[in-house]
T-cell receptor, first 114, second 114 residues
């Protein structure tokens, strides 16, 4: 069990560029979550996968955002035409189950849009 | 919709002393789960303690304990014998049994002073 990993850890991009982040969950976890955390705030839910199926998306996930988990293992989060308001920490988490099951978090990818 | 409120943006405590972090929440659900997560500086978020709403007994994990008041919708975290390594951002979070996302408060920065 190596924990949840995320790459890259930091990304600086210019407004209008596309960026893609990767999350590798704990191997036996079938549930994977993406959250966004802005400075001074708690994480906010973006989307959730059970295996390869994306089952829930937040209203925060605009049309410029897309997430995939093609084989039910790693996941990618892509942001197209980045805006300065997209600057945040993007956190990935995984779990065995829902409800009271612990969500294990990765270190996050910090995105800065200039 | 569920909401979680942490009214203390920052707290400080002397090493070896006890500190209590506050959290209130709002929900119409009768059964749910509450969590405290710790996010150390530049490190990933980890679960500190969890509480099931149907349990009257307050959860305890070593130096960490909670005071769960269901009627008041209050869920405070007490840290006894504070250590320098407890310095972190602490988030209170909520989930329902069928839930797929954690709802977080804004967090409390705790600084333990030597």
């Amino acid at each position: 069990d190596t924990g949840v990993s995320q790459n890259p850890r930091h990304k600086i991009t210019k407004r209008g560029q596309n960026v893609t982040f990767r999350c590798d969950p704990i191997s036996e976890h079938n549930r994977l979550y993406w959250y966004r955390q802005t400075l001074g705030q708690g994480p906010e839910f973006l989307t959730y996968f059970q295996n390869e199926a994306q089952l829930e998306k937040s209203r925060l996930l605009s049309d410029r955002f897309s997430a995939e988990r093609p084989k039910g293992s790693f996941s990618t989060l892509e942001i197209q035409r980045t805006e300065q308001g997209d600057s945040a920490m993007y956190l990935c988490a995984s779990s065995h189950g829902q409800g009271d099951y612990e969500q294990y978090f990765g270190p996050g990818t910090r995105l800065t849009v200039t | 919709a569920q909401t979680v409120t942490q009214s203390q943006p920052e707290m400080s405590v002397q090493e070896a002393e006890t500190v209590t972090l506050s959290c209130t929440y709002d929900t119409s659900e009768n059964n749910y789960y509450l969590f405290w997560y710790k996010q150390p500086p530049s490190r990933q978020m980890i679960l500190v303690i969890r509480q099931e709403a149907y349990k009257q007994q307050n959860a305890t994990e070593n130096r960490f304990s909670v005071n769960f008041q269901k009627a008041a919708k209050s869920f405070s975290l007490k840290i006894s014998d504070s250590q320098l390594g407890d310095t972190a951002m602490y988030f209170c979070a909520f989930n329902v049994p069928y839930g797929n996302k954690l709802v977080f408060g804004a967090g409390t920065i705790l600084r333990v002073k030597s």
